[in-house]
C-alpha cells in the first residue's frame, strides 16, 4: 500500500453521510498538506496557476527564516555577551533554540486547535493563514515572555483578532500584531522596559539590556552601537526585528516572487524616512535629532513594514490605496516614535492604526473610480443631446 | 487621431497544441444538434416535433419571451430527437440529416437599399439573429434596441484557440458584406478591432473605424476592447458579432440561404493533428475528434470554445453555436505529492514566481484541469487587478456580485464586463475563486432586477 491508499483508508470514516464527516475539515487539512487534491475545474476556466494558498502562505514563511535564524542566534548573543562569558556561536544558537522553539510550538499548538475547532464547527476547510501568524507571534515577542503569555495572546487574537470577524479573509486587524498588542497592555511589565529584550536580563544581576529607541526616549543620547550593528543586527529587541539585514532578505524573497506587496514596503520606507529627515530638521528631542535612516534601521520599522504591513486581508486593498496606506504607516510609526514617551517602539500601533483605516483609504479610492463613470455618462448623454 | 490600444495588464498562457494553419473539409455529419444552451436565458419554444422534416433555414424553435428571434436548422434532415431534463426543460434538439440538402431561400436582391427594418426582419427570420449579442449582459441582442455602436473583434488572444486571420482568409467577400448589412443597424460606429501591424483586407474596408490592437491576453477580448474604445454606460447598449460570424451574415446577404458553416480549430495538448476543419454549426465531433488524432481511450476533456472560457462537452456530444475551437486537455484527477510547495513541481507555470517555470518564458505547457489547490477565502489582493485591463476593482465587484448588492454593482461598472472578461482571474486566483460564475450570476441577477 502506498501513502495515497493509507490515506484515503483512514479518510473513509470521515467522508460523507459517514460516521465522522463533521470532522472532515481536520483530516482534509492533514490531507491536502501531503497531497494537492485531485479536484478538476467546475466551473469557468478549465486550467488553473499553480499557486493557492498554501504555497503563497508556505513563501512568506520562507521568507521570515532568515529572521528567525538570526533572531535565534542573537538571543544567544545578546546573552552571552552581557554575560561576559566566552561563547561559541553555537552556544548562542542553542540558548537561543531553547528559548524561541517552545514559543513557536507553543503558538502553532493553541492557534491551530483554536483554528481547527473553529473549521469543524463552521464547515469549512481549515485555512492555511495560521501558518504565518503563528510564526509571526513568537517572532516579535521579547524573548522572556512567559509562555503561557504566548498562549493567552495567541487565543486573544485568534478568537478576537480573527474568528469574531468571520474568519480568515474578514479581520479588521492584522492577527499577529493583535496578539502582540494585547500581550503588549495586559502585561506591560513583560512586553516594556529595560529587562526584558536580553534573555534572563531580570533574573541575573550582571545582564540588562535595553533597545536603542527605549535608551532615546529616556533621553540618552550617546549610543553604544554603531550603524552597522544597527543594520546586521546584534542589538536587543523583540526575537526577529533586530537585523534589518535579514528582514531585507526576505523583502526581496516577497517582492521577487511577487507574494508580497512592494508598493507598501516602498511607501512606508518613504513616509518614514521623510518624516524623520524633518525631524531632524527640527531636532528638539534626542527622538527627533536621531539620525533619519537609523530610524529605518532600528526597532521593528523593517521587520514590521515587510511582513506585517503587507498582511493582504489588512491592509489597503487597492493599488493606489497600498500607496497611501504605506506612506501613512511610515509616517505615524515615527511620529509616535518621536512624540510618545510611553511608547518608544511606534510600528506596531502605526500598523494597527493604519488597519482600521484602510478601508476608509479604499472606500475614496474606489469612489473615484465611480466618479469617472458617472462623469463619463453624464459626458455621454450630452454627446447624444 | 491614434486607434492604437495596448494592453499590458494580462497574461500569456503558453500551451501545446496550438492549431497549425491548415485547413480541412470535415465530412458532412450525420447528426447535428442545436443546443439552447448555447444561447444564455432564452427559453425555446418547440415548433416542430420529433420526426418532422425540417429544410436549412426553417425554425426549430424561438425565444418565449421575445418570438420574433427564431433559431433554425443548419442542416435539411429529419428531427431525430428532443431530449429534455427536469421540469421538462429542452436540453438538446437533434437533426438526422439528409443526404441532399437543400435550404430555404430568402429575398435578398439588392440588400444594399433595404432599410434598417428589412434588414432586422432577414436576420430575424434567417436565423442570424442569434450572432447579434449585446453588452451589458453577454446576451443575444434585443431587436428592439438602438445600439450605440457595434463591435467586431477579429483577433483572438485566447491560449490556443482559432485565428481569425486563418478563418476569415477565404471568407473575405462574406465578412465585407457581412459588414455592409451590419453597418445599417447602427446609427453609431462599426468598430473594428485587428491585431496591429497585420495587413489584412479589413484595413481597406469603407465607413468603419479600425482600432489596432496590440498586448496580451485579454487584449481580444471585444469587452476589453469596448471599454477602452466607447464604453457602456448604464442604459446603453451596444452590440458585438463574432469574426465569423460576420461572414455567415454576409453569406446570408450574398446567397439567401442560412448555411452556418464554421471554421474549426482543434487544439490542446493531446492533440496529435492539431489543425482547422471546416464544418458547420452543432455538426458532430466525433469524427473530427478521430481525424485529429486524438487518442479517445485517454482520460480528456473535450471544450466546446478556448480553455478558459469554453464548454464542457463529451467525445460524442455536438459542437457550440459559437464555438470556433475545440479544446482539449488531459483530465486531472489526480493527487500530487507536496505539489503545493515552491519550486518543487515545475511543470505547472504560476504568475508567481514561485516555481522556476519563469525562467523558461517560451516553454509550452502541458496542463491538465487540475484545480491546483482547493477554494479559499478572499486573501490575497491585487493579483485581479494584474490580469484585468479595465479601469474596474474586479475583486470589489465580484465581492458586490457574491452580496447581490446591486446599486454597487452598478457603480463599479457591471455594465461594462462579461464572464469572459474575468476568466484569466479564474485562472490566476490563488483563493481559487469562480470570477466567471460569479459574474454571470451577477449579470443575471442584474436582468431579472433591471433590465
Given at each position: 500500500m502506498n501513502i495515497r491508499q493509507i490515506l484515503d483508508t483512514v479518510k473513509k470514516p470521515f467522508g460523507k453521510g459517514e460516521k465522522f464527516e463533521k470532522y472532515a475539515p481536520a483530516i482534509n487539512a492533514f490531507d491536502t498538506f501531503l497531497f494537492v487534491p485531485n479536484h478538476t475545474t467546475k466551473h469557468g476556466a478549465h486550467i488553473r496557476d499553480a499557486v493557492d494558498l498554501k504555497r503563497t502562505m508556505i513563501t512568506v514563511i520562507i521568507a521570515l527564516l532568515p529572521a528567525l535564524f538570526y533572531g535565534i542566534y542573537n538571543t544567544g548573543y545578546q546573552y552571552y555577551s552581557q554575560l561576559?562569558?566566552?561563547?561559541?556561536?553555537?552556544?548562542?544558537?542553542?540558548?537561543?533554540?531553547?528559548?524561541?522553539?517552545?514559543?513557536?510550538?507553543?503558538?502553532?499548538?493553541?492557534?491551530?486547535?483554536?483554528?481547527?475547532?473553529?473549521?469543524?464547527?463552521?464547515?469549512?476547510?481549515?485555512?492555511?493563514?495560521?501558518?504565518v501568524t503563528g510564526l509571526l507571534i513568537p517572532m516579535i515577542m521579547p524573548v522572556d515572555i512567559p509562555l503561557w503569555m504566548v498562549?493567552?495572546?495567541?487565543?486573544?487574537?485568534?478568537?478576537?483578532?480573527?474568528?469574531?470577524?468571520?474568519?480568515?479573509?474578514?479581520?479588521?486587524?492584522?492577527?499577529?500584531?493583535?496578539?502582540?498588542?494585547?500581550?503588549?497592555?495586559?502585561?506591560?511589565?513583560?512586553?516594556?522596559?529595560?529587562k526584558v529584550w536580553v534573555s534572563e536580563a531580570s533574573n541575573l544581576d550582571g545582564v540588562s539590556g535595553e533597545t536603542i529607541l527605549g535608551m532615546l526616549a529616556s533621553g540618552e543620547s550617546s549610543i553604544p552601537y554603531d550603524v552597522s550593528q544597527m543594520f546586521y543586527g546584534g542589538i536587543p529587541g523583540s526575537i526577529a526585528e533586530t537585523s534589518t539585514f535579514m528582514v531585507l532578505i526576505g523583502a526581496l524573497i516577497l517582492i521577487y516572487t511577487g507574494v508580497g506587496s512592494w508598493r507598501i514596503m516602498i511607501g512606508s520606507v518613504i513616509g518614514a524616512a521623510v518624516t524623520g529627515l524633518l525631524f531632524n530638521l527640527w531636532g528638539a528631542n534626542e527622538l527627533m535629532s536621531f539620525n533619519w535612516f537609523n530610524h529605518l534601521i532600528?526597532?521593528?520599522?523593517?521587520?514590521?513594514?515587510?511582513?506585517?504591513?503587507?498582511?493582504?486581508?489588512?491592509?489597503?486593498?487597492?493599488?493606489?490605496?497600498?500607496?497611501?496606506?504605506?506612506?501613512?504607516?511610515?509616517?505615524?510609526?515615527?511620529?509616535?516614535?518621536?512624540?510618545?514617551?510611553?511608547?518608544?517602539?511606534?510600528?506596531?500601533?502605526?500598523?494597527?492604526?493604519?488597519?482600521?483605516?484602510?478601508?476608509?483609504?479604499?472606500?475614496?479610492?474606489?469612489?473615484?473610480?465611480?466618479?469617472?463613470?458617472?462623469?463619463?455618462?453624464?459626458?455621454?448623454?450630452l454627446n447624444v443631446a | 487621431m491614434s486607434n492604437d490600444i495596448r494592453v499590458k495588464n494580462g497574461l500569456s498562457i503558453n500551451l501545446k497544441g496550438a492549431p497549425e494553419n491548415i485547413v480541412k473539409k470535415a465530412p458532412f455529419p450525420k447528426t447535428v444538434s442545436i443546443n439552447p444552451s448555447d444561447f444564455h436565458l432564452i427559453i425555446p419554444k418547440m415548433v416542430v416535433k420529433v420526426g418532422e422534416k425540417v429544410s436549412a433555414g426553417d425554425v426549430v424553435f424561438f425565444s418565449k419571451k421575445n418570438p420574433e428571434i427564431k433559431f433554425c436548422s443548419p442542416v435539411s434532415g429529419e428531427i431525430s430527437d428532443i431530449v429534455r431534463g427536469a421540469k421538462r426543460r429542452i436540453l438538446e434538439i437533434l437533426i438526422n440529416c439528409d443526404e441532399k440538402q437543400i435550404a430555404i431561400s430568402h429575398k435578398i436582391?439588392?440588400?444594399?437599399?433595404?432599410?434598417?427594418?428589412?434588414?432586422?426582419?432577414?436576420?430575424?427570420?434567417?436565423?442570424?439573429?442569434?450572432?447579434?449579442?449585446?453588452?451589458?449582459?453577454?446576451?443575444?441582442a434585443d431587436p428592439t434596441d438602438s445600439p450605440k455602436s457595434i463591435f467586431i473583434s477579429t483577433l483572438n488572444t485566447a491560449p490556443i484557440s482559432a485565428d481569425f486571420e486563418i478563418i476569415l482568409n477565404e471568407q473575405k467577400k462574406e465578412f465585407i458584406t457581412g459588414i455592409t448589412a451590419l453597418k445599417k443597424l447602427t446609427e453609431g460606429d462599426l468598430n473594428i478591432c485587428v491585431e496591429k501591424n497585420h495587413n489584412s483586407f479589413i484595413n481597406e474596408i469603407?465607413?468603419?473605424?479600425?482600432?489596432?490592437?496590440?498586448?496580451?491576453?485579454?487584449?481580444?477580448?471585444?469587452?476589453?476592447?469596448?471599454?477602452?474604445?466607447?464604453?457602456?454606460?448604464?442604459?446603453?447598449?451596444?452590440?458585438?458579432?463574432?469574426?465569423?460570424?460576420?461572414?455567415?451574415?454576409?453569406?446570408?446577404?450574398?446567397?439567401?440561404?442560412?448555411?452556418?458553416?464554421?471554421?474549426?480549430?482543434?487544439?490542446?495538448?493531446?492533440?496529435?493533428?492539431?489543425?482547422?476543419?471546416?464544418?458547420?454549426?452543432?455538426?458532430?465531433?466525433?469524427?473530427?475528434?478521430?481525424d485529429a488524432g486524438i487518442d479517445t481511450d485517454l482520460n480528456l476533456r473535450y471544450i466546446n470554445g478556448d480553455v478558459l472560457t469554453g464548454r464542457l462537452v463529451e467525445k460524442d456530444n455536438y459542437l457550440g453555436f459559437y464555438n470556433n475551437t475545440l479544446s482539449v486537455l488531459r483530465e486531472g484527477n489526480q493527487y500530487r505529492m507536496f505539489g503545493w510547495i515552491p519550486f518543487i513541481n515545475n511543470a505547472v507555470p504560476s504568475?508567481?514566481?514561485?516555481?522556476?517555470?519563469?525562467?523558461?518564458?517560451?516553454?509550452?505547457?502541458?496542463?491538465?484541469?487540475?484545480?491546483?489547490?482547493?477554494?479559499?477565502?478572499?486573501?490575497?489582493?491585487?493579483?485581479?487587478?494584474?490580469?484585468?485591463?479595465?479601469?474596474?476593482?474586479?475583486?470589489?465587484?465580484?465581492?458586490?456580485?457574491?452580496?447581490?448588492?446591486?446599486?454597487?454593482?452598478?457603480?463599479?461598472?457591471?455594465?461594462?464586463?462579461?464572464?469572459?472578461?474575468?476568466?484569466?482571474?479564474?485562472?490566476?486566483?490563488?483563493?481559487?475563486?469562480?470570477?466567471?460564475?460569479?459574474?454571470?450570476?451577477?449579470?443575471?441577477?442584474?436582468?431579472?432586477?433591471?433590465?
Open positions: 561576559g562569558t566566552a561563547f561559541s556561536t553555537m552556544d548562542a544558537v542553542i540558548h537561543g533554540s531553547l528559548k524561541i522553539v517552545p514559543m513557536i510550538a507553543v503558538s502553532y499548538i493553541v492557534g491551530l486547535a483554536i483554528e481547527f475547532a473553529f473549521a469543524i464547527f463552521r464547515g469549512h476547510e481549515v485555512n492555511e493563514g495560521y501558518l498562549g493567552v495572546s495567541v487565543a486573544f487574537a485568534v478568537l478576537i483578532g480573527k474568528e469574531a470577524f468571520g474568519g480568515t479573509g474578514m479581520n479588521i486587524l492584522n492577527p499577529a500584531l493583535t496578539a502582540r498588542a494585547f500581550a503588549f497592555f495586559a502585561y506591560p511589565t513583560y512586553m516594556s522596559g529595560n532600528v526597532g521593528g520599522f523593517a521587520f514590521g513594514v515587510v511582513f506585517m504591513a503587507t498582511d493582504p486581508v489588512s491592509a489597503a486593498q487597492t493599488t493606489k490605496g497600498k500607496w497611501i496606506y504605506g506612506i501613512l504607516v511610515g509616517l505615524f510609526c515615527i511620529l509616535i516614535r518621536v512624540f510618545n514617551p510611553a511608547y518608544p517602539e511606534g510600528v506596531m500601533l502605526a500598523i494597527l492604526l493604519m488597519n482600521v483605516f484602510a478601508p476608509t483609504i479604499d472606500h475614496y479610492v474606489i469612489e473615484a473610480n465611480i466618479k469617472r463613470r458617472v462623469n463619463r455618462k453624464i459626458k455621454s448623454n | 436582391s439588392d440588400f444594399k437599399k433595404f432599410s434598417k427594418n428589412q434588414i432586422l426582419e432577414t436576420l430575424l427570420n434567417s436565423g442570424c439573429w442569434p450572432f447579434i449579442k449585446q453588452r451589458p449582459y453577454d446576451i443575444i469603407d465607413n468603419v473605424k479600425i482600432h489596432n490592437i496590440s498586448g496580451v491576453h485579454p487584449a481580444g477580448n471585444v469587452g476589453v476592447q469596448i471599454h477602452h474604445i466607447d464604453p457602456v454606460n448604464s442604459g446603453e447598449k451596444v452590440w458585438v458579432v463574432g469574426a465569423e460570424d460576420v461572414a455567415l451574415i454576409g453569406k446570408l446577404f450574398l446567397t439567401g440561404e442560412y448555411n452556418p458553416t464554421r471554421t474549426l480549430a482543434v487544439s490542446g495538448p493531446p492533440v496529435k493533428y492539431p489543425q482547422y476543419y471546416k464544418t458547420i454549426v452543432g455538426s458532430s465531433l466525433s469524427e473530427i475528434i478521430k504568475i508567481y514566481k514561485t516555481s522556476f517555470s519563469w525562467l523558461f518564458p517560451n516553454k509550452k505547457y502541458d496542463l491538465d484541469t487540475n484545480l491546483n489547490g482547493e477554494e479559499r477565502a478572499f486573501v490575497v489582493t491585487g493579483e485581479m487587478e494584474d490580469v484585468f485591463p479595465m479601469d474596474i476593482f474586479p475583486m470589489q465587484l465580484l465581492k458586490e456580485c457574491m452580496s447581490g448588492n446591486i446599486e454597487k454593482m452598478e457603480n463599479l461598472g457591471i455594465y461594462e464586463v462579461a464572464p469572459e472578461d474575468f476568466a484569466l482571474i479564474d485562472y490566476s486566483s490563488s483563493s481559487k475563486i469562480e470570477a466567471q460564475k460569479i459574474i454571470r450570476d451577477g449579470l443575471d441577477l442584474m436582468i431579472s432586477e433591471v433590465g
